[in-house]
């Protein structure tokens, strides 16, 4: 066992944490590098060390990782990145892998400066990556929204939101193009202000944040005054 873990070392000792921050681009669509800021995957800061599936407040774990006993570290990292779904069967990262070695090694030597606590300060500051990037696809915060973002009144009729903001505009949305999410975490909007961020460029589509499940109930009216 010494000697595979040898040998693993070797094949990925001296990677180029420069090549590996631009892999890292693959990550970020789901992970972030930030403390407690967890998006789709758990957050990876100051990951070296710990037990897998051990991310506070991370609640989408798989069983299948969480039933595994071992420690992220080089070892293990090179293994699940190579083929995540082989490494643990049923798990939930819905990720293909990097099978070529070099550029494995490479990803690994940046996550070696990112993923201790505090280093999306530091590959931010070395010019790896960018914040965005360090910050992965965290929501935006809506507690102060622009005046045609902050929701006053939203009804429903026939197949229809109608949704009324702030500057005293209604738009009208098939109900079918306007999605409605719920950011319960810090970045969500204040209690009973939904928020209607636009999604693409017609207009035609947009989204709507709740800040809690019960509000999507509560806030939508069914009527239609017009008949
Ligand atoms: C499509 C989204 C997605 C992508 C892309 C993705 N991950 Fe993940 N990742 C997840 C999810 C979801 C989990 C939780 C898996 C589970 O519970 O089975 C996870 C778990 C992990 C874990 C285990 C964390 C822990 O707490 O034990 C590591 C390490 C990890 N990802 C690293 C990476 C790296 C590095 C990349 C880029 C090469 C990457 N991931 C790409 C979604 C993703």
Redesign the pocket.
């Known amino acids: 066992m010494i000697f595979v873990s040898a040998a693993l070392n070797a094949a990925h000792a001296g990677g180029d944490p420069r090549r590996g921050a631009k ?2 681009g ?2 970020a ?3 972030s590098l930030e403390p407690n800021m967890n998006l ?3 957050s ?1 800061a100051g ?1 070296w060390g ?1 037990k ?4 506070p407040d991370f609640p ?3 069983s ?2 969480k039933a595994k006993d071992f420690v ?1 570290d080089e070892n293990t ?1 090179y293994a ?2 190579a083929d995540p779904s082989a490494f ?1 069967r049923g ?5 293909r892998g ?1 099978r070529d070695d070099k550029a494995r090694g490479d ?1 690994i030597a940046f ?1 070696k400066i990112a993923l201790v606590p505090d280093g999306a300060k530091t590959v931010v500051a070395q010019g790896l990556v960018p914040a965005e990037e360090a910050r992965g696809q965290a929501p935006e915060p809506l507690k102060i929204a622009a005046p045609d973002e902050r929701v006053t009144a939203i009804r429903h009729c026939k197949n229809t939101f109608f949704v009324t903001t702030a500057d005293g505009k209604e738009r009208p949305f098939w109900e079918m193009n306007l999605r409605l999410k719920v950011d319960s975490s810090a970045t969500g909007p204040l209690g009973g202000k939904p928020v209607l961020l636009p999604a693409g460029m017609q207009g035609d589509r947009a989204s709507l944040v709740f800040s809690t499940a019960a509000e999507i109930g509560n806030l939508i009216k069914q009527t239609c005054p017009e008949q």
């Open positions: 892999i890292y693959a990550c669509v789901c992970h789709t995957g758990p990876l990951l710990k897998a599936a051990s991310v989408r774990y798989s299948a990782l992220w990292l699940w990145l643990v798990t939930y990262m819905t990720f990097i990803l996550l």
